[in-house]
């Protein structure tokens, strides 16, 4: 079974200052890696996505994470977090898919970042 | 031109009613699936339908119901509503990564979500 782990369920942090967002997977398995971002009362949006090729993935607004197999990690990164960056993260894992329907997303419990002025 | 749209957005009802949450969406996906948002915040699947034909269905107690009419439709419909079923719903879907499918594909390759329906039980 995969399962994602977010140790940190709250991250706060001064504006402009660095951040990141740990993420840990198991699987036995390959799988694909995503980063949602959830605003206050509203729904997921993908914020970045790991499927193969460069390890090291970026997002337009400033965001980046970088698969780590040997670590089975997959962190975000921001060198500057602004006040709208404040949200709540997760971090979710696919099984790799060769064909057919697409597997389920199997979430971490979220990491709050808490940007402050 | 929304890409994936559930309605209601909020609902508030009573123990014991029934219920349906509908969604809806527009990108030619062949896999829906419904989450549900605790009140803590964790995601977990609850069903996925694949071109109409249930793939998930996770130990999701019977009242709840998935109907899907055809592949760009997920409803779910909830019998006898308890007060831990307040939570948000979240639906989604997504696209199969077949092998006739060229490479480039997979940039758009991910699940796209519904706002949500924030569900009260009072």
């Not at chain 1, 890696?33 to 790991?50: A, E, S």
């Not at chain 2, 409803?75 to 639906?91: K, M, P, R, T």
Request: net charge neutral; charged share 15%.
């Amino acid at each position: 079974a995969q399962s994602v782990t977010q140790l940190d369920s709250q991250v706060p942090v001064f504006e402009e200052a660095p951040v990141e967002l740990r993420c840990n997977y198991s699987s036995s398995v390959s799988v694909y890696l995503f980063w949602y971002v959830q605003y206050p009362n509203q729904g997921l949006q993908l914020l970045l996505k790991y499927l193969s090729g460069s390890t090291l993935v970026e997002s337009i607004n400033g965001f980046e994470a970088e698969f780590n197999k040997s670590q089975t990690s997959f962190h975000l990164r921001k060198p500057s977090v602004h006040i709208s960056d404040t949200a709540e993260y997760f971090c979710a894992v696919s099984l790799r898919n060769y064909g057919g329907a697409t597997n389920k997303l199997i979430f971490g419990t979220g990491t709050l970042l808490a940007v402050q002025p | 031109d929304t890409a994936v749209s559930q309605t209601p957005k909020y609902l508030v009802t009573q123990m014991g009613n029934d219920k349906s949450i509908k969604c809806e969406q527009n990108l030619g996906h062949d896999t829906m699936y419904w989450y549900k948002q605790d009140s803590k915040k964790f995601l977990k699947i609850m069903f996925s339908y694949n071109n109409k034909e249930l793939i998930i269905n996770e130990t999701v107690p019977n009242r709840f119901s998935p109907k899907s009419p055809d592949k760009a439709h997920l409803n779910l419909h909830i019998n006898s509503l308890e007060l831990g079923d307040s939570a948000v719903y979240f639906c989604a879907s997504s696209q199969g990564l077949g092998p006739e499918l060229p490479t480039s594909y997979t940039f758009n390759y991910g699940y796209t979500f519904g706002s949500g329906t924030r569900l009260t039980v009072v």
